[in-house]
Nanobody, 121 residues
Framework: QVTLVESGGGLVQAGDSLRLSCAAS????????MGWFRQAPGKERELVAT?????????DYGDSVKGRATISRDNNKNQVFLQMERLKTEDTAVYFC?????????????WGQGTQVTVSS
């Protein structure tokens, strides 16, 4: 079972950039697809970005961040990153790291505790 710890959140201004990190431990990191999700107050958790199992794995982005977000991973350091550019106030949310393992038909999801990102105008 993998444990995830996010970091890098904080208070930033609109237009700024931010890099979130997620450190994984307790599992074989390279076996997990990784992702970032976010949840704003009163809203459902939504996809930010996902990346496949390799360092250059296929990526996918939520519509609200396409063109402004880049997800990457370093399998040697057991970390996944989210670079966000041109932040908007609507990016304010708790950002969660996800590790997903898929073995045949069994899917297991592991979540971090989240890191708060607040974007001020």
């Amino acid at each position: 079972q993998v444990t995830l710890v996010e970091s890098g959140g904080g208070l930033v201004q609109a237009g700024d950039s931010l890099r979130l990190s997620c450190a994984a431990s307790g599992g074989t990191f390279s076996r997990y697809c990784m992702g970032w999700f976010r949840q704003a107050p009163g809203k459902e958790r939504e996809l930010v970005a996902t990346i496949g199992i390799t360092d250059y794995g296929s990526t996918d982005y939520g519509d609200s961040v396409k063109g402004r977000a880049t997800i990457s991973r370093d399998n040697n350091k057991n970390q996944v990153f989210l670079q966000m550019e041109r932040l908007k106030t609507e990016d304010t949310a708790v950002y969660f790291c996800l590790a997903r393992s898929i073995v045949v038909i069994e899917v297991n999801d592991y979540w971090g505790q989240g890191t708060q990102v607040t974007v001020s105008s």
